[in-house]
């Protein structure tokens, strides 16, 4: 079967890749040219463990194409996934404009049946309005089925992800469409993943619900660690028992300065807009998206509250990428944490082990170092911003020869208090005494 993938981004391109290795002949497209240029030679270009080695095989192979020529992709294939970005407006909700063009540009293309796929996360409504714009820009009648398919990868684990899903969501009008997809993620029956099958409005508002509940899950227990501060208790022991609950679960339960990356944030607010425009309140997910916002705040608070900056003062910060394993900077907790501080008129000495070009677009005065070592030097204090296995195990004693002070602020809880005193550091966490 061809099938085509248009948008080349971590999803689209991990779509495009894992259905290629299954087998199928995939053709990604995308409007950036250079984005093309580089995949066309084997070079990813952004990181996620795994995919270059994928890309380089499957070029190889044969079944994967790539193309900024959406006309022959959409004609030679049966089913069209769109996976171009739906970022947020001003007010919070998506921007479909992407969804939009590649809507109409399929539309001028397809000559026969087709499967339209929502891969993107798209407001409840999306199917619906695709429907319309593309019958209403067809040059002659051509029958097609629109179907919504939300991703739930994770970035930096998209590939793993993407070949063993927790389950498949399918929402469709047609039992051909329903057909078609089933067939394309056959591989998965063979692994027993679980397929929803629903209609394309409940697949839509499955993608918001699932998001905006793991960030309710983060905002809650960074909640209970500012209560666990105030009260002297430990928050990784009160989260390790809830998460031995069952009916809780262990996964999203780890304090840290709030959550980011391209989806929590974004999908948050699209879904309260969502609620408003239905005049449904979602108090719940407004309480989460407030919470984040002050913890995101609070990370800079606490640095401010255990010294008095100034411009005399220089913050060492490790890990500049929303999570490890990825280099995605999108509403990054280090953007505010970094902008709160140069607000101080500090000077900052910055790691990441993949981030750092794309921090540059934010911050291009800051100085990037070339490992944590060469970042803690001449430091007034070390802040563990995001939890790369790189900096779980650092040599303490090397770096305390190398600071300046001996502030070492952990905001990912990935250090023993004791074992970190011990060494000489004023050592401060999340939620523990
Ligand atoms: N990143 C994630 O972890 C993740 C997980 C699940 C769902 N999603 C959703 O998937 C969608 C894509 O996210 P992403 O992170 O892969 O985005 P991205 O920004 O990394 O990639 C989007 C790609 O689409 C391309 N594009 C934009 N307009 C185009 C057009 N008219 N024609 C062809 N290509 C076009 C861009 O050049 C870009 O390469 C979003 O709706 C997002 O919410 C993302």
Known sequence: ???????????GLVTGLCFAEFGLNVTCVDNDEKKI???????????????EEMLQRNLKGERIHFTSNM????????????AVGTPPRGDGSADLKHIKDVAKEISRHIKSYKVIVTKSTVPVGTGEWLQKI??????????????SNPEFLREGAGIEDFIRPNRIVIGASSAQ??????DLYRPLYLIETPFVITDVKTAELIKYASNAFLATKISFINEIANLCETLGANIQVVAR?????????????HAGPGYGGSCFPKDTLALLQIAKENNVKLGVIEATVKTN????KKAVDKIKGAMKLSKENTICILGLSFKPNTNDMRDAPSLSIIRGLLKEGVNIRAFDPVAMDDAKKF?????YCKDAFDAAKGSDAVVIVTEWNQFRNLDLKRIKKLVKGKFFFDLRNIYEADKVRDIGFRYYSLGRP
């Open 1 to 11: 079967m061809h099938i085509c993938v248009i948008g080349t981004g971590y999803v």
């Open 37 to 51: 240029t580089l995949l066309k030679k084997g070079t990813v270009p952004f990181y996620e463990p795994g995919a």
């Open 71 to 82: 006309g022959d992709a959409v004609d030679a294939s049966l089913v069209i996934f769109i």
């Open 134 to 147: 593309i019958s209403n820009n067809l040059k002659e009648h051509v029958d097609f089925d629109i179907v």
């Open 177 to 182: 469409a329903v057909a078609i997809m089933k």
């Open 241 to 253: 028992a809830m998460g031995l609950d069952r009916r809780i679960g262990s996964k999203f339960l």
């Open 293 to 296: 916002d002050l913890q995101k």
């Open 363 to 367: 911050f291009p005065h800051i100085t």
